[in-house]
């Protein structure tokens, strides 16, 4: 009986070894570990391969982590084993990330333990205090692509997925940023207000004269930007000068667009926008967050007519 528990004891260890770290080096002597083994196949020369990025210090103090630039993923290209040699013939220095990535399975996680300038060269990025540090870079193979092509066409599926989100996601801003377009014109008392087919609400506070402006046109404008709670994001006024742009081009926001030809030279009106004519999904800067509705008060200075 104790025979047998010696060698069940021994076979559990041997199979906690045979779990653990898988102990790697890449062809310039850079040490790595296998941490965490996945199911998918070795990746092989010419794949593209998309990881997670995460550099921390020895005391698993994170430096950075690719999720915190907005993206999830970063990629590198596998080249061949003669480009490589090429490269650095030529004298140019190993990748250590390239060389790691290309020892890995889709779906294994890794880690390096290696001196900042050894891993970045003389590029060191900001987050680098000092170039001699020891830093430990993890990553983990998520996608593999076979090659450039396969690599493209994968991106312009994902690039089109993420657009019908947007516009599936835009679409229920719908009712809602025109509730709260109404809720403010009743709770602030402002009548007069009219609606666009495209949902743009204006109000002209002084009516201007002449004809409005054609797509095309060349025009001067004063304006004021606030979010409906009041905060000013943005003033030509402010800054005592007018902003000039061509009508109709796209250069600016839909609402913009929109609402300029709904006036005379020398009208004054307050833009209502809502989020699908104006930001969207995507906000601007720190104040304009995703799907919110944007109000002008707005001066349409002078315009010059394209030449027919």
């Not at 041997?14 to 898988?22: H, N």
């Not at 609402?255 to 030809?261: I, L, N, Q, R, S």
């Amino acid at each position: 009986m104790q025979i047998k528990k010696k060698i069940a004891i021994a076979a559990v260890m041997l199979g906690a070894v045979a779990c653990g770290p898988q102990e790697k080096e890449t062809p310039t002597g850079k040490k790595f570990s296998i941490v965490e083994s996945g199911s998918g196949t070795a990746i092989k020369e010419n794949n593209i391969v998309e990881f997670t990025l995460n550099i921390s210090t020895p005391s698993d103090s994170t430096l950075f982590d690719i999720t915190e630039t907005g993206r999830e993923f970063a990629a590198v290209k596998v080249f061949p084993d003669s480009i490589v040699k090429q490269q650095q013939a030529a004298g140019q220095p190993a990748d250590p990330l390239g060389e790691m990535v290309a020892m890995m399975s889709e779906g294994d996680s890794a880690q390096m333990k290696i001196i900042a300038s050894d891993f970045f060269g003389k590029m060191a990025p900001p987050f680098i205090k000092d170039p001699s540090q020891e830093v430990v870079v993890g990553i983990r193979t998520v996608n593999v692509y076979t090659d450039e092509e396969a690599y493209r066409v994968a991106m312009e599926e994902k690039q089109a997925e993420a657009m019908k989100k947007m516009e599936e996601e835009a679409e229920k801003y719908v009712e809602i940023d025109d509730q709260l377009i109404q809720d403010y014109l009743t709770d602030n008392n402002i009548s007069g207000a009219q609606k666009t087919d495209n949902g743009l609400y204006y109000v002209i506070t002084e009516e201007g004269s002449g004809a409005a402006p054609e797509k095309g046109a060349s025009v001067k404008v004063h304006y004021t930007g606030t979010l409906l709670d009041g905060q000013k994001f943005d003033s030509s006024v402010d800054r005592g000068q007018p902003f000039e742009f061509p009508l109709g081009q796209g250069r600016v926001i839909a609402g913009w667009d929109e609402g300029f030809t709904l006036l005379k030279k020398g009208s004054k009106a307050t833009l209502f926008i809502p989020s699908k004519l104006g930001y969207g999904a995507n906000g601007a800067g720190s104040m304009i967050k995703p799907f919110s509705v944007l109000k002008f008060d707005v001066e349409l200075i002078d315009f010059v007519n394209p030449t027919k």
